[in-house]
C-alpha cells in the first residue's frame, strides 16, 4: 500500500460520517509494513484495552517503536490538555523511548521523551482529506529511520532508575486494568487468582491498584537481581532472568518461571520483553559500583531503590513506609545486642555465637500420652537466632553479617563452611511485600558474594514472604497461592519452633493499623490493661496503642518470653515512654525486661520540639514523629514480680550531631540515668518529680467539669460550614430541592464520599423540612473566628450533642485539650457556643475538648423557644467541697452579691486566668503535654479574687464583649479594593515591622492597603496551634474585607495584646 493508496481508503471511509480511531488501526498497520518490510507492526484491541500503545512495531520479535493513533482531526496530538491526552500522552513518554502520537494524517515523533519533529501528510477540507504529497517522501523516511532504533546505552544509575520506573509504571498500569476489567478470560482468571491468594494470605484489604504495584515492581526489580548475577553482558532476555534468579530465593525464581513461559499474561508480555531491553543496555554491577557515597548512604542497593521509588511514585515511598534505616542507627543497634549477648548472657563471640541448645519438635504421629497429642522428639538448632520481623530492603540482617563477618579478618578459609552450618540457619527475616522482599533477598545474596562466601547447597535464604503478624495459612490450591503458602508455612517454623533469642529492625509506623487479626490483637489485650494487668484501661478509647511499631513491640515480646530470654531491640516512635495511654504497655514491659535501654533520639516536629537551648532539633528520618532506639532485655535471672530497671538518655541536636554521637558510642559508654518506676504512669523519661508531685495536687479539669467531650468533627467543613447564616441556608436550601442522587449531589455540592457516611440519610432528613433555620448555628469555628454551621446529625460526621446542647441557654465553656502536640502549651480559650473539634490546633493530638460551665435538663412540656430549661453547674460537687474548706467561702449555682460566696462563673474565671499565666506554663509544660490541665487548688481569698477579676477580663476579651476591643490601637489609612492578596511568604511578608521601632510595624493585605500600627507581639501571639493575626487573613486570601471585617480584624489585635499584658499581671499574682 502506497501513501496514496492508503489516504485514498481512510477517506473514503473518513467522508462516511461514522469513523473511529479504530475505523483505520488495518489501514496504517498495512502502510507501515509497506513502508518498512522487516517490520511488524502489531495491533491487539485486547492489549490496548489494559493500557498498551495501539501498536508496537518490533524486527526479529524485539520492539522497537510504538505509535498511539487517535481519530482524524484529534484537537490535543501535543498531548497537553488535562482533559485531553496529556495523562496517557506522558505516562507513554516517561516509559516508552521511540514513540509516535497520530491522527492517521499528522504524526508527532518522540525520542527519550524529547519532541523530535512533526509531518501532516494529510489535511481537512469540507469533511475530506487532501493529500500533502510534497511531504510524502519526508514521511517515508522519517517512518524508516524510527524503525531503525537501538536503544542507548545506560551509563548512569539514576538513568536506569528513571527507565524501570517508566516501564513498572506502565506494567502496573496494564495489570490494574485487566483486574478491574468484567471480561472473562484466561488471563483475568489468573490475574485475579493471583491477587485473591495474595489477599487471603498477605495483605487483606489490598486493591487492584495496590497489587498491580507490588507486582510491577517486583517484576522489575527481579530483573534487575537476574542482570546483576548475569555473567555475559551481550545477551538478556526474560527466559534468561528465570535462570540467573539465585537458586536462595525459592518464590522469586518460581514467580520468574511463569514470567518466563509460554502461559505469560500476553498484555504484559510485550513490557516485560521493553523491560528486558533496557537491561540490556547496561552493566547493572558497574553502574551500582560506588552509587550513593555522595549522600552517606552506604548501601547502593536502597539507595538506587529509593531512586526508583521516587520515580515510580514519590507518594508510594511515603504510603509504604519505605524510609532508610541511618546507618548509624543500624550499625549502633547492631553493636548494642552484640554487647548484650557478651555481657549479659556469657556469650564471648556474641551475634557470631555458634552454640545450640536443644528444642522438642512435634512428629505429627499421634500420642495420647503427650500433652500436645503428638509424639515429640528432639532437634538441636542453633541458640542465637536472630529476626527481624519486618526486614524491609534487609538493611539490619546486612548489618549482621558485616559485623559477625569482621570477626572472621584472616579467617576467610573458614568463612564459607561458617556462613553455610552458623550463619543462614539462623538469620531470619518476615517481610510482607513483595519488592522489599525481592530486594532483601538481592541485598544478602551480593553482600555475602562480596564477603568471598561460596554456597556448596541450594540452601535458601530465611527471608520468607509472610505476615509476621499473623499465623500460617492452608493451601488454597491455585499456583501462586501454593508458592505463597509455602513461602508462609516456612515462616511458620520460625514461628512456632524456633526459639528467637535477638530481635531486631526498624518496625513500620502506621497510626491506628489494619493489622487487626485475632492472634496478634489477643497479644495486645495485655497493653490494653491498667498497670497491675487485672482492669482495663479506663481510657474510652486507646487506638493509639494499635500502632503498627506498638504491635511490633508486643510481637517480639512475644518470642523473647516463648524463649525464656533474649534481647529486643528497634528502632520506632518514642511516644509510647510517656503518653498516659500506654502506662499498663510500660508495666508490662517492666513485668517482663530486667532492663530496659531508651536511647531518646527525639525529633519530633509534631511536637515542635528543640534542644534544650532552643536550637532545631531534628530527626534521624524525614519524618515528623520523634524515634527512640530502644532495647530491651530479659535474662530470666529477675523474680517473677519485680519489675526491670529503665536506663534513659536524650539525645537532642542536628542530625550529624547524632550519626556521629552514635557511631561514637556503644551502650556501655553512654551516660544513661536509671528512671524511678512510679505509679501509676511508669513513664521511662526523665521527670522533675518534685513538679510532678506539685502538679498532682491539683484537680484535673476532666474531674471538675462532669460533662465534657471533644468538639464536633464534620469530615467536610466547606460542605456544611459557611461564613453567613445566609450563605448556608442558601446553600443547603439549594442542596434539599436538588435531584436525590448520591453522585449527582456529591458532585454538585463537592463534598467526598467518606466511608460509614451517606449523604442520602441527611438528604431524606432534610428534604421536607421547610424552615432550615433551624439547622443553622453559631460555631466557634477558629480563635477570633466564628462561622455558622448546619447542624443537623446526618450531615455532620459526629454532633457531639450530648455535650453541644448545653448551648440551647446561656453558657460558657473552657476549650482545650487533653493532651496537646504543638510546641508549647497555650491551647485555652472561652465559648458560649457549640465548637468544633481543631479550634485550638490542626494537630490530631490537640484537638479542643468543650467543657460547658452549665448542664441543661430538657423539660419535656416547655414547647416556647424564648424559655430555657433548668440549668445546674457541670461542677464536681467533691472538688468544690474542697475549694469551699480551702477558701472559707460557700458555693452557689449561680451568682449572687453576698461576699462569702463563689459562684461557678467565678470557679471558671479563675481557672481561666491561672491557664493564661505564663510562669504555670513553664513550670508545668511536661505535664501539661499528656493530659488535661490540673490546677491548683485555690487556698488564698485574696489572690482567688484577684486572679477571678483577671479571668473574667481575659473571658470578655476573648468573646470580643470588653469595652476595650472597642478602642483600636490601629488603622487602615488606604483605601482600595480590599481584596486579600498576600500570602504570607518569605517572599512576600504580611508583617513588616517599622525601621525604627521593630515592636509595632503594617501587615499588609495586598500591594498597597494595610493595617498600621501593629504590635509584634500581636501578630506572633499564639493561641494553641495558631497565631490568630495571621491565620485571620490567611484564611481569607483572595477575598474581599468588608467594614465589618476590617474592624473585626482590628479587636483581633487589641484582644491580643491585651492578652499579652494581662498574663503579665496574672504571673504577678502567680508568683506571689
Not at 484466561?186 to 507486582?215: G, R, S, W
Not at 514461628?495 to 496478634?520: F, H, L, Q
Not at 502506662?583 to 520540639?609: Q, V
Not at 550531631?657 to 553512654?670: A, C, Q
Request: hydrophobic fraction near 35%; glycine fraction near 6%.
Amino acid at each position: 500500500m502506497t501513501i496514496e493508496q492508503y489516504l485514498a481508503t481512510i477517506n473514503q471511509r473518513y467522508k462516511q460520517g461514522n469513523a473511529t480511531e479504530h475505523t483505520f488501526r488495518g489501514d496504517l498497520q498495512q502502510l507501515l509494513e509497506t513502508l518498512v518490510p522487516e517490520i511488524r507492526a502489531t495491533n491487539e484491541p485486547k492489549r490496548q484495552a489494559c493500557g498498551a500503545p495501539d501498536y508496537i512495531l518490533s524486527r526479529n520479535g524485539i520492539d522497537v517503536g510504538y505509535i498511539e493513533a487517535k481519530d482524524i482531526g484529534d484537537k490535543d496530538l501535543e498531548g497537553k490538555k488535562r482533559t485531553g491526552n496529556k495523562e496517557q500522552f506522558d505516562r507513554y513518554k516517561a516509559s516508552l523511548p521511540n514513540l509516535v502520537f497520530t491522527d492517521y494524517i499528522e504524526f508527532h515523533f518522540y525520542h527519550y521523551q524529547d519532541f523530535v519533529c512533526k509531518i501532516s501528510i494529510a489535511e481537512i477540507q469540507n469533511n475530506t482529506l487532501v493529500p500533502l504529497p510534497e511531504n510524502f517522501k519526508r514521511f517515508e523516511n522519517l517512518i524508516k529511520d524510527f524503525c531503525v532504533h537501538i536503544g542507548l546505552t545506560i551509563k548512569s544509575p539514576k538513568k536506569l532508575a528513571e527507565m524501570m520506573a517508566g516501564k513498572a509504571r506502565l506494567l502496573a498500569d496494564v495489570l490494574k486494568n485487566a483486574l478491574e476489567s468484567d471480561e472473562e478470560t484466561q488471563a483475568n482468571t489468573t490475574l485475579k487468582e493471583q491477587m485473591n491468594a495474595f489477599k487471603e494470605i498477605l495483605i487483606h484489604d489490598i486493591t487492584p491498584k495496590a497489587f498491580a504495584d507490588v507486582y510491577a515492581q517486583t517484576i522489575a526489580y527481579g530483573m534487575f537481581a537476574a542482570r546483576l548475577h548475569d555473567p555475559t553482558m551481550s545477551n538478556f532476555s526474560r527466559q534468561e532472568a528465570a535462570e540467573l534468579i539465585p537458586k536462595s530465593n525459592p518464590f522469586l525464581r518460581k514467580l520468574f518461571g511463569y514470567i518466563a513461559g509460554p502461559d505469560i499474561d500476553d498484555r504484559i508480555k510485550w513490557i516485560v520483553e521493553s523491560l528486558s531491553e533496557v537491561f540490556l543496555a547496561c552493566d547493572v554491577s558497574q553502574l551500582l559500583r560506588n552509587y550513593g557515597k555522595s549522600t552517606k548512604m552506604e548501601d547502593p542497593i536502597i539507595h538506587f531503590y529509593e531512586t526508583f521509588l521516587s520515580e515510580y511514585d514519590p507518594k508510594l515511598r511515603k504510603s509504604r513506609g519505605v524510609w532508610y534505616t541511618p546507618q548509624p542507627v543500624v550499625d549502633f543497634i547492631v553493636r548494642a545486642v552484640d554487647d548484650i549477648l557478651k555481657t549479659e548472657f556469657d556469650l564471648p563471640a556474641g551475634l557470631a555465637d555458634t552454640s545450640k541448645t536443644t528444642i522438642k519438635l512435634n512428629s505429627q504421629v499421634p500420642d495420647k500420652r503427650s500433652p500436645s497429642g503428638y509424639k515429640m522428639y528432639d532437634q538441636e538448632v542453633h541458640k542465637v537466632q536472630i529476626l527481624d520481623p519486618a526486614t524491609g530492603t534487609g538493611t539490619f540482617l546486612a548489618e549482621t553479617v558485616k559485623h559477625i563477618y569482621k570477626r572472621f579478618e584472616g579467617q576467610q578459609g573458614i568463612w564459607s563452611n561458617y556462613v553455610e552450618q552458623h550463619l543462614i540457619p539462623r538469620l531470619n527475616g518476615f517481610e510482607l511485600l513483595m519488592a522489599s522482599y525481592a530486594m532483601a533477598h538481592l541485598k544478602l545474596d551480593l553482600l555475602l558474594t562480596e564477603t568471598g562466601f561460596k554456597p556448596t547447597t541450594n540452601q535458601r535464604l530465611r527471608v520468607f514472604l509472610t505476615n509476621s503478624l499473623e499465623e500460617s495459612h492452608p493451601d488454597t490450591g491455585t499456583l501462586f497461592s501454593n508458592w505463597l503458602s509455602t513461602e508462609a508455612n516456612e515462616a511458620n517454623h520460625i514461628k512456632r519452633d524456633t526459639p528467637v533469642m535477638c530481635v531486631i529492625g526498624n518496625p513500620p509506623y502506621s497510626g491506628e493499623s489494619a493489622n487487626k487479626g485475632d492472634w496478634i490483637m489477643s497479644l495486645m489485650e495485655d497493653y490494653k490493661k491498667e498497670p497491675g494487668g487485672k482492669e482495663k484501661l479506663k481510657e474510652q478509647t486507646s487506638k493509639w496503642i494499635n500502632d503498627d511499631y506498638v504491635k511490633f513491640l508486643r510481637y517480639g515480646q512475644h518470642f523473647i518470653e516463648k524463649n525464656g530470654s533474649g534481647v529486643l531491640a528497634f528502632i520506632n516512635p518514642h511516644g509510647f515512654l510517656d503518653n498516659p495511654t500506654f502506662r499498663g504497655m510500660r508495666w508490662h514491659l517492666l513485668k517482663t525486661y530486667d532492663k530496659i535501654y531508651t536511647l531518646d533520639l527525639h525529633g519530633n516536629s509534631k511536637k515542635k520540639e528543640t534542644c534544650p537551648d532552643g536550637s532545631p532539633d531534628i530527626n534521624v528520618f524525614d519524618i515528623m514523629q520523634g524515634v527512640a532506639i530502644t532495647i530491651f532485655v530479659k535474662t530470666g535471672k529477675k523474680k517473677l514480680n519485680e519489675l526491670g530497671e529503665v536506663y534513659h538518655y536524650d539525645l537532642f541536636g542536628k542530625r550529624e550531631f547524632k550519626y556521629e554521637f552514635l557511631n561514637n558510642n556503644n551502650l556501655s559508654s553512654i551516660g544513661f540515668k536509671i528512671i524511678e518506676k512510679k505509679e501509676p504512669m511508669f513513664y521511662m523519661v526523665q521527670r522533675d518529680l518534685d513538679k510532678e508531685e506539685d502538679y498532682l495536687k491539683g484537680f484535673s479539669l476532666n474531674d471538675l467539669f462532669i460533662v465534657n467531650g471533644n468538639g464536633i468533627t464534620t469530615a467536610h467543613d466547606t460542605f456544611v460550614i459557611k461564613d453567613s447564616k445566609k450563605e448556608l441556608l442558601q446553600w443547603f436550601n439549594d442542596f434539599k430541592n436538588s435531584e436525590r442522587n448520591e453522585d449527582l449531589l456529591h458532585n454538585k455540592f463537592q463534598v467526598k464520599k467518606k466511608k460509614g457516611w451517606n449523604i442520602l440519610e441527611g438528604y431524606d432528613n432534610i428534604k421536607n423540612v421547610e424552615d432550615l433555620n433551624i439547622y443553622a448555628k453559631k460555631l466557634s469555628y477558629r480563635p477570633f473566628d466564628d462561622k455558622y454551621i448546619f447542624y443537623e446529625d446526618k450531615l455532620v460526621w459526629r454532633t457531639v450533642k450530648k455535650v453541644m446542647s448545653n448551648y440551647n441557654g446561656n453558657n460558657f465553656g473552657l476549650l482545650c485539650p487533653k493532651a496537646f502536640k504543638d510546641a508549647s502549651f497555650s491551647h485555652i480559650f472561652i465559648t458560649d457556643k457549640i465548637s468544633e473539634a481543631i479550634f485550638l490546633s490542626s494537630q490530631t493530638g490537640s484537638n479542643a475538648m468543650n467543657l460547658p460551665l452549665y448542664i441543661y435538663h430538657e423539660n419535656k412540656k416547655q414547647q416556647s423557644i424564648e424559655t430555657y430549661p433548668k440549668r445546674t453547674p457541670n461542677l464536681n460537687p467533691e472538688i468544690l467541697t474542697q475549694i469551699e474548706e480551702k477558701l472559707g467561702l460557700e458555693f452557689v449555682p449561680e451568682r449572687e452579691n453576698r461576699e462569702s460566696t463563689f459562684a461557678p462563673i467565678e470557679i471558671l474565671d479563675y481557672i481561666y486566668a491561672v491557664l493564661h499565666s505564663s510562669e504555670y506554663r513553664e513550670k508545668y509544660k511536661e505535664f501539661l503535654k499528656i493530659d488535661f490541665p490540673r490546677v491548683p487548688y485555690p487556698t488564698d481569698p485574696v489572690a482567688f479574687w484577684h486572679l477571678v477579676a483577671l479571668g473574667g477580663q481575659l473571658r470578655q476579651i476573648h468573646l470580643l464583649e470588653s469595652p476595650v476591643v472597642e478602642q483600636c490601637i490601629t488603622t487602615y489609612p488606604e483605601t482600595g479594593d480590599n481584596i486579600i492578596t498576600r500570602k504570607q511568604t518569605k517572599n512576600s511578608p504580611g508583617y513588616e515591622p517599622y525601621d525604627n521601632d521593630t515592636a509595632t510595624g503594617r501587615v499588609w493585605i495586598n500591594d498597597t492597603q494595610y493595617f498600621d500600627n501593629v504590635p509584634h507581639v500581636a501578630w506572633e501571639f499564639y493561641i494553641g496551634g495558631y497565631q490568630p493575626a495571621q491565620k485571620w487573613l490567611k484564611d481569607r486570601v483572595g477575598r474581599e474585607l468588608n467594614f465589618d471585617d476590617i474592624l473585626h480584624y482590628q479587636k483581633i489585635i487589641v484582644a491580643l495584646s491585651e492578652t499579652e499584658r494581662l498574663m503579665g499581671e496574672v504571673d504577678g499574682v502567680w508568683q506571689e
